[in-house]
């Protein structure tokens, strides 16, 4: 299968990031499970389980926001270092012991196979080169060392029709009564994750992960397909 070419400014994507997630950093984990009907924790939860690492790996939590994995995999055990590009999600966590690092997931500012682990949640739709940033997320792991996301993902069949309707009128609505900045990202996020799924749909997610050099590429549909997690591991 051929992958679909990429398009769009990274640094109009990362700051289109910034603008959504800064207003929302102080109450994003309550509306994140809310506007997910509480599948977005179940999602992470599986995310981390999946990864199958040692108590006390390096992991690193890429576009880790608030800190949701980065609590998840820290409460396993694991040495985390939290990166995201916006300082107020940063801040608006609470980690027990994670570095805490200000960078771009395209740019990881870390020498080559530095963590035997790496997490990122909701990323790939904020990159202009999705398959680029895959090799440089690995290009930090060790040999062997796992790698996996969750994602917004699409349901098929009877239930298409309803998670457009919730996501294209239930979360602007809904983004309204969580409060200021909710109310944009509220209207951003439909439109958003249906560009990704159009660019690559669900036959073309594990192609995509193997074109960027990784391996033993699982992945599970979640809540009727509302949910993609995402397992690899670098050769």
Known sequence: MCLPDASGNDGNLRETARRLFAP??????RWSALLSLGQDPRWRGELVEGLELPTGARVLDVAAGTGLITRLLEARGHKVVALDLSGEMLRGGRKRGAGLVLAAAEALPFPDGTFDGLTFGYLLRYVAEPRETLRELARVVQPGGAIGMVEFGRPRGIWGPLWWLYTRVGLPIAGVLAGPGWTR????????????????????????WESAGLTDVRIKRRSLGGGLIVWARRP
């Open 185 to 208: 990202v509220g209207r951003f996020l439909g439109p958003s994750i249906d560009l990704f799924h159009r660019r690559f749909p669900a036959d073309a997610i594990a192609v995509l």
């Open 24 to 29: 929302i950093a102080p109450n994003y984990d």
